[in-house]
């Protein structure tokens, strides 16, 4: 005996797949609905912030007071950079933090300051006192990297025969 969908007269054996197709249904009528309602709300959205212009937009501190007056107010209100943050350690960070500054304030080479190849560079401190002083790095290939680590005992030769 066969069971026919009442909605889209789709014909089934078992009355359980009958019901969960019967789910189906209520399923993408529940869809459809959030689908029209989606399209009806994006609608009469369209236009709503329409003429509403930033008051600030097309003036500058020369033409409008309004402008100047907010200009002036926040001066140095968020200037947190370097030394002027209140987190700011100068020469007491750790060595990651001081290695980061570093990374961050001297410009990069395209070639190894010691044998001048082209590979993946990475900063090298000369003394391995960890200074804020960019002139105290460099920036070797790693090959350069660890041989001067070995020869200034910072690093163990592990190539040992």
Request: include cysteine.
């Amino acid at each position: 005996m066969k069971i026919k969908c009442d909605i889209c007269d789709k014909e089934f054996e078992k009355i359980k797949a009958m019901t969960s197709h019967r789910r189906w249904h209520n399923l993408s009528k529940y869809h459809d609905f959030q689908k029209r309602f989606r399209e009806k709300a994006s609608k009469s959205m369209i236009g709503k912030n329409k003429g509403n212009r930033a008051w600030n937009k097309g003036l500058t501190k020369e033409t409008d007071e309004r402008v100047r007056k907010y200009g002036e107010s926040n001066i140095g209100k968020h200037n947190h950079k370097h030394s002027n943050n209140p987190n700011w350690k100068g020469d007491n960070a750790k060595p990651p933090a001081i290695h980061y500054w570093i990374k961050k304030n001297k410009q990069k080479t395209k070639k190894c300051e010691i044998c001048f190849c082209e590979k993946k560079l990475e900063l090298s401190s000369r003394t391995h006192e960890y200074k804020r002083d960019l002139n105290e790095y460099r920036w070797l290939c790693r090959s350069c990297h660890q041989k001067y680590d070995i020869k200034k005992g910072m690093r163990r030769n592990s190539n040992r025969s």
